[in-house]
């Protein structure tokens, strides 16, 4: 079953890949094993491999008794949610709400504190990890309202953060009105971008001007490092408002030739995710 602290809880089930992995999947050997945790009444939640996952059920049924491979994870379920979030902040690609959710897990599960974790992750700044973990308590508590976005698993930290801004300052009939107007998006079958969210939701921002408004285009809402290097930042990808992506390239001149290829490296792989060419498992 799905493990209710992997970062993907919520996310898309089909990647870019969906295809050629159902197709591998129809032979339970060309896949990977599917690393668990010990079972949960009789289920085993699903540390990594949640998308394989899916893929045997599209090839095989939910209800098949196929037989695929699996591993134990070693460790306690704290060590778990900590090994997800090292893999989120890693090679694996995830969305910034999915490594939102990872921090989270790693706050709620392991005990370990925001200062810590940005101690333990350089990358991320003290008030990064508090902002990130503000979104994904947001999307955690209210999924029916994130999920009218086009792609409710692309959330950025911002949105979620004006989110709850608007909920932590509204009265009760503000916010009442909010749902009820989700709740009428939802049985529409609105499918929003995220610079529409909060309009169409009825939400105005703390200095009363429209969510429509648009900020300075070029100071970006969200930043994510690119690591290169020693695992260290070389750059960011930045979302500017209107949803417009932006890579912010390092500096090449004071980098070794075998730096700068890490670098190209890194910043290859992003637009690979961007065009949805990298798909996270």
């Not at 599209?58 to 997800?84: K, L, N, P, W, Y």
């Not at 910034?96 to 992750?121: P, T, Y």
Request: hydrophobic share 45%.
């Amino acid at each position: 079953k799905e493990w209710k602290h992997h970062p993907a809880v919520g996310s898309r089930t089909r990647g870019a890949n969906a295809a050629g992995l159902i197709a591998s999947a129809i032979e339970p050997a060309n896949i990977a094993p599917i690393v668990v945790l010990p079972a949960v009444d009789g289920f085993y939640p699903i540390q990594d491999g949640r998308l394989r996952w899916h893929a045997f059920q599209e090839a095989h049924g939910e209800d098949s008794d196929i037989e695929v491979r699996c591993v134990m994870f070693v460790g306690t379920e704290a060590e778990a949610v900590q090994a997800a979030c090292d893999d989120a902040l890693g090679s694996t690609p995830r969305s910034a709400i999915e490594i939102a959710r990872s921090i989270l897990n790693v706050q709620r599960v392991a005990g370990i504190s925001q200062k810590a974790i940005a101690e333990r992750f350089p990358v991320l700044k003290k008030d990064q990890v508090s902002r990130m973990t503000i979104a994904a308590k947001m999307v955690e508590r209210y999924p029916m309202v994130f999920a009218l976005l086009e792609e409710p698993d692309r959330v950025s930290i911002d949105l979620g953060v004006k989110f709850a801004q608007f909920m932590k300052s509204a009265d009760a009939e503000d916010r009442e009105s909010v749902m009820e107007q989700a709740e009428n998006l939802a049985s529409e079958g609105a499918s929003l971008k995220r610079s529409e969210f909060l309009e169409a939701l009825g939400i105005e921002l703390g200095d009363g001007k429209q969510a429509s408004n648009k900020p300075d285009p070029l100071e970006p809402v969200e930043s994510i490092p690119v690591i290169g290097h020693d695992d260290q930042p070389v750059g960011a990808l930045e979302m500017l408002s209107d949803d417009v992506t932006r890579l912010r390239l390092p500096d090449p001149t004071e980098m070794t030739f075998a730096q700068r290829e890490e670098a190209a490296e890194a910043f290859i792989k992003q637009i690979r995710i961007y065009f949805d060419l990298v798909v996270a498992e």
